[in-house]
């Protein structure tokens, strides 16, 4: 496991470096600047997803699957569940901040239509690279250690949130550290990780998207500078977290679970 670990922060580590000294270098026009600051955005973390892929293979002579699921199938239904129910948890979000601040509801997606492009091929890969790296192998590693489910889903969220520590603000461990959580306790509870990269891929294109719209332009003074996490972030993804916990619930067992059916009378 340790050696697996160093590999994956190794090798995006080197492709983080070249892409950013490409940048300083290179010094591209705007628009090639754009898609250089996505690629470094998400690039290095589908470095990891692949190197991690490799390493279960080479060095734990295991299928990669087996970290999205004991059956070593992938499971469609759940990606879907997971992502449509995070679409509409986040949108109607954006909808209440909508009709309670009345700030504008506009997108400027034309203006920026190879960026959303290269996201769209790159977040659902960096969404699965997160979540089999830290809800499938890392909680796999330490459920050899720890008994706790609880205890391995904080340590989980702990390590998530120090390494997500960016320039948005103080609370940008908390926040997500009670975002891996509860990814953590959805996959520990349906022992698979479609649920979450479904959603994890939806939250961050939605984020992705939700960032060219007038309503977080405005509340970030225009778009000037990132958003910084604060009381009302915690609180919304706290939010978000119940709903998507109980609603994914319910619809796995709607939709994914085997009905019982009644059998003939016995004789």
């Given at each position: 496991?340790?050696?697996t670990?160093?590999?994956?922060a190794l090798?995006?580590?080197?492709v983080?470096?070249v892409?950013g ?7 591209p026009?705007?628009?090639v ?6 690629l470094l955005?998400f690039?290095p ?11 279960v293979r080479?060095f734990?002579r ?25 679409l509409a948890?986040?949108g109607?979000?954006l ?11 506009t997108f ?9 492009a290269?996201a769209?091929v790159l ?13 499938g192998?890392?909680t ?10 609880i ?10 949130g120090?390494l997500?520590l960016?320039?948005?603000?103080p609370?940008?461990?908390p926040?997500f550290f ?13 022992e ?10 939806a939250?961050n294109l939605?984020?992705v998207?939700a960032?060219?719209?007038?309503i977080v332009?405005a509340?970030?003074?225009?778009g000037?500078g990132?958003a ?8 919304a ?7 998507f916990y ?13 009905r019982?059916?009644e059998?003939?009378?016995s004789?």
């Open positions: 496991y340790a050696f670990l160093l590999q994956v090798y995006p580590t080197v983080a470096g892409i000294a490409t940048m300083g270098l290179a010094r026009s705007e628009p600047g754009r898609l250089l600051e996505v955005q690039g973390i589908v470095v990891a997803g692949i190197v991690l892929v490799w390493g080479r734990h295991r299928p990669w699957r087996s970290l999205i699921a004991p059956d070593l199938r992938i499971d469609g239904r759940r990606l879907a569940i997971g992502g449509i129910t995070q948890i986040l109607g979000q909808a209440l901040v909508h009709f309670l601040t009345g700030l504008p509801w400027s997606v034309a203006a920026a239509l190879p960026v959303f290269l769209l977040i659902p890969l960096q969404a699965a690279s997160e979540e089999l790296l830290f809800r192998y890392l796999q590693a330490l459920g050899r250690i720890v008994r706790s489910r205890a391995i889903a904080a340590i989980a969220a702990l390590v998530f120090l997500h960016s320039v948005r603000g609370l940008t461990v926040y009670v975002l891996s959580l509860v990814f953590s306790l959805v996959s520990l509870r349906d698979r990780l479609e649920l979450t990269i479904g959603g994890h891929a939250m939605f984020a998207f960032a060219h719209s007038g332009q509340a970030v003074g225009g000037a990132p910084m996490f604060n009381a009302a972030s915690i609180a993804v706290l939010v978000n977290g119940a709903l109980g609603i994914t619930r319910l619809l796995v067992r709607l939709c994914c679970e085997p019982l059916t059998g003939p009378p004789g």
